[in-house]
Each structure stands twice: as C-alpha cells, then as structure tokens.
C-alpha cells in the first residue's frame, strides 16, 4: 500500500505506525468525547464513526488499539435543549449525572443522552470501552493531573490565553469546584487553595443564568470527584492519563486541542500530546450550524430510521475537512454514491480486491469484512418515486416492487420499509409544497412512440436506446426530453434514472401516465 496516495485514516493510520514506534506502546488508544448536555447529533456520532475508521485502518496494517468514548456527564448543564421540560431550569449549573431524567426512563439525564449515541455505536457494530467522567474523577483517576494543572495555574492559564485569546483573571481557576448544597458547579467563587493538603476554600456566591449561587462556603478536598478540571485542562488531563494516541475534533476546537496539547507537554511533562484530525461542522438543509441545545439537531438515529447504515458510514468517511450538509433531503444522494461504489468495487458480482481508493473505502465501511458476493442494488431515489406514484393512485407499491425485485425482494424489505418511511415523512410534505410542474416540450408525436413502445416488456437497456433513439428522431434536447417524461409521470422537474423507475412501474402505470397527457 503506497503511504503518499492512500485515503486519509490509512494516512493517520501510518502516521500512528511512527508515533508507536517512538512511545513504544503495543496498543493504541484512541478517544472521542460524548456531550450529555442534549440529544446527540449527526456530528457527535461522526466524531466515533470517524476516529472507528482510523482504528480499524490501523488494525488492518498491523495494529491493535482500543476506543474510548468519554461521557462529560460531569458537566453542569448550562441551557435547556428546544423541546425539553421547562423545568429543568432549575438545574442550570448541576452536572448533568446528578439531574433526573425528565423523560422518566433513565437514571438520569446524562444517561438518558449518553443511550442515544452508545445505541447508535452499538447498532454500527463500533466497538469502545465507555467511561463516566463522574466516575473516573469520583475514582481519582486524574488526581495527579488535577494536582499538577492547579499548581501551575498561571501558567495553564498564560498557555489558553495564548492559543485561543481567550483572557483569564487573576482569580481564574482550572477547576470547577460543585457546590455541596445546591450542587451548583458555576456559582462557587474558589477564595483559597491548599496545595499541600489538596484543600480548596469556596463561596457559592456567583452568578449563573440569572441564578444566584445558595450563599454555602466550605473548605473541602478538590480530589476524588470534589472539584472538576475545566475542559481544556480536562481534556489534556484525559489525554495523559489513558496515554491517547488520537481524537477527531471538530474545526472550532482547533484551538482548544492546540491549548490541550501544550499542557499535556508543558505542564504534565509528557512529550506526547496525541495526534488529531479536525473535521468541518455538518449543517443543516438552510446552511445554519446543527446544535443540541437550539434543537435543530438530525440525528444519526434519523438517518438509520430512513436510509442504510452503509450510506450514513459513506457521508462519514468522506473527506472529513470538506463541509457538507447532513439532513434527510442528502439521503439520497449518499444511496446512490454507496451504489456506484458497489459497482466500482465488485466485477462480474465478485469483490475485487486491492488497494484503490474505492476497494479501501469500501473494505472500511464493512469493517474490513467486505462479502464476496455483490450486495443487492435497489435504487433509493427510484423505489422513493415508485413508492410515492403508487401510493398516490391508491395501488399497493410491494405488488410493483415484488415483480421487479423478484426473489430477491424478501432481503430488500427492511430498505423497502426505510423507503416507504423516507417517502411518507420527507418526500410527500416537500413535493405538496412545491408547485406541481407540467412543462412538456417533447411533441405528442415521441409520445406516441413511446406509448407504443411500451405495449410490450423491455428491458431497462431497451427503453434506454429508445429514449435517445427519440432524442436523435425529433432532434430534442435531453434535459428537455427527460423533464417531460418527469413532467409526465412525477409532476416535477427531475427525478431518479428514469430507465429503472419505468421498470419498478412496470409498462401499464407507464402508458397510464402517458395516456393521461395524449388523450387531453
């Protein structure tokens, strides 16, 4: 395999190959950050689909490694999601393991948010070991980091200022310390620390969100789970503790894994900060950033709900610095680049092995187990189409579909279903918005041959050549001709590979859309 031209976790792959030959590890550790503050989106999922990537590309040179996926469910919830129970104002500032689940299913809302990700994780067949930060600081697992980063705050605080411009007060503290009465974790204001007896003096005085701290003061130990790093001394704290060899972040932390990175090295005296790829924010179909806490968020439960696993890993393994759109209306556009794939990477429905960007796209995406066999093709925009067209008319569409897919149409059921969920929630509110279109340029005389054309079978091949064979005859310009026959059969502009839709119809709902037109 050539390290210059491969694709990007190959890329990071190689590049872990130097950096355990220098740490002299025999394992790699890789890690992503779960937020449990709101509902996961697309892109919390993107950061573990990602960082798996690079980790099965290392396996597949040679290397084992673990995936830790790191809950901050220690942290204080500072906004109540879109959507969520008013109520939980009242929590603003608690971490969020100690706050109930308002849903009542879960034994808290940290967890009830942590599930939603780890189902996801699990349904992709991501492996990963999960850890608590209430747990871990509970444990004490970075009490050595907390007593070195607090004993060199100055300095902490002079290396964030100088990455991220962000300035600290000479009352800043990296740690956050929580309140013992109201559990309050940004109202208490740290008056004095003790580092020889690792004591912290607080007075929960301060301001959150409008609500004032209870007025408790304590001195209490700031280890075991009594205080919390702020998260870029967290981060870096987690990146020393379990000795991480890599993280994905997204492209507004750059400066943040910047300012992590040198307090791994300058502060807690480990020469190896890990290596990372940031990716560019998803957006939603208008263009705007997706958030948990606005609720603007599209999920990766949404896209599975909809559409295959394998077109959800695709959008994912793209190029991961490239901004792109994840809501339901690219769906289909990611079905079908997983379909050119299939036929990119199979001949004569046997798996080509190799090193092609394609075959090692693909060998990732079926965790390096591609099958030898071809999988089925089904067309998501045509059986989309022919779903909606049928159902419009009042017809069962898996009498249609059961004739096209023939034997195997008891496999594709499960796509059938994602199809006809996909068709119902997302394409029929969008096309009864939109203005039904009913151009049709090509004269009835085409028209006519088609219909003709159509009294017998043919193959898709077939009704190919005579569509351009009609395009030649009445010298008609393609897009002109193939927005008619949309026209015609869909009521709008453009639609999926019409050779496939007109045999997913079959002949007769053909003709029928044809006769409509002829006989006005």
């Excluded at 892109?43 to 290397?63: E, M, P, Q, T, W």
């Excluded at 013992?180 to 740290?190: A, E, F, M, Q």
């Excluded at 189409?385 to 009498?399: F, S, V």
Aim: net charge neutral; glycine share 6%; with cysteine.
């Amino acid at each position: 395999m050539d390290k210059k031209y491969t694709i990007w976790p190959y890329k990071e792959a190689f590049k872990l190959e130097e950096r355990l030959h220098q740490t002299r590890k025999d394992k790699l550790v890789l890690e992503m950050g779960i937020g449990a503050s709101g509902i996961p989106h697309i892109g919390s999922v993107g950061d573990a689909i990602r960082v798996n990537f690079v980790k099965l590309a290392a396996k597949d040179i040679g290397y084992d490694s673990i995936l830790i996926a790191f809950s901050d469910d220690k942290d204080g919830l500072r906004k109540v999601p879109l959507g969520f129970p008013k109520e939980l104002e009242q929590y603003l500032g608690v971490p969020v393991s100690l706050i109930e689940d308002p849903f009542g299913c879960c034994e808290s809302y940290a967890k009830h948010m942590n599930n939603f990700l780890v189902d996801t994780l699990t349904d992709l067949g991501i492996s990963y070991e999960f850890k608590s930060s209430t747990e871990e600081y509970k444990k004490g697992i970075f009490n050595e980091q907390i007593k070195k980063i607090v004993s060199k705050k100055e300095l902490v605080g002079k290396i964030i200022e100088e990455e991220t411009s962000s300035i600290k007060k000479e009352d800043w503290y990296p740690i956050y310390v929580e309140c013992s009465n109201c559990h309050n974790v940004y109202t208490t204001k740290i008056s004095k620390l003790d580092l020889d007896k690792n004591l912290v003096t607080y007075d929960c005085i301060d301001e959150f969100k409008n609500k004032k701290g209870c007025g408790n003061s304590e001195t209490t130990n700031f280890l075991n789970g009594k205080a919390k790093l702020t998260w870029k001394a967290d981060w870096a704290a987690r990146f020393d503790r379990y000795g991480v060899d890599f993280e994905c972040y997204g492209k507004d932390l750059i400066e943040a894994f910047n300012a992590s990175s040198r307090i791994v090295k300058e502060i807690l005296n480990n020469p190896n900060p890990p290596n990372g790829v940031f990716y560019e924010l998803f957006t939603t179909s208008d263009g705007a950033k997706i958030s948990k806490s606005i609720g603007n968020s599209f999920t990766a439960k949404d896209w599975l709900k909809y559409a295959s696993k394998d077109s959800l890993l695709l959008l994912m393994l793209n190029n991961p610095q490239r901004a792109k759109e994840a809501s339901a209306n690219v769906i289909p556009n990611y079905e079908k680049d997983y379909e050119l794939l299939l036929y990119k990477v199979y001949k004569n429905d046997v798996y080509i092995e190799g090193d092609s960007t394609e075959a090692l796209e693909f060998k990732l995406i079926k965790n390096l187990n591609p099958p030898e066999k071809k999988p089925l093709i089904y067309d998501f925009s045509s059986l989309c189409a022919t779903i909606e067209i049928l159902g419009e008319k009042g017809k069962i569409a898996d009498l249609y579909l059961k004739r096209y897919f023939k034997k195997s149409f008891d496999d594709l059921i499960p796509i059938i279903e994602k199809g006809k969920m996909y068709t119902n929630d997302i394409l029929k509110p969008l096309h009864n918005k939109e203005n039904r279109y009913n151009k049709i340029t090509v004269p009835n005389d085409a028209l006519y041959e088609l219909y003709d054309f159509f009294a017998l079978e043919k193959t898709e091949r077939e009704v190919q050549t005579k569509v351009f064979d009609l395009i030649k005859k009445y010298n008609l310009d393609k897009k002109d001709m193939f927005q008619s026959l949309y026209a015609i059969i869909l009521k709008r502009d453009k639609g999926p590979k019409f050779t496939t839709l007109s045999a997913m119809l079959g002949n007769e709902e053909i003709r029928i859309s044809l006769e409509s037109v002829l006989t006005k």
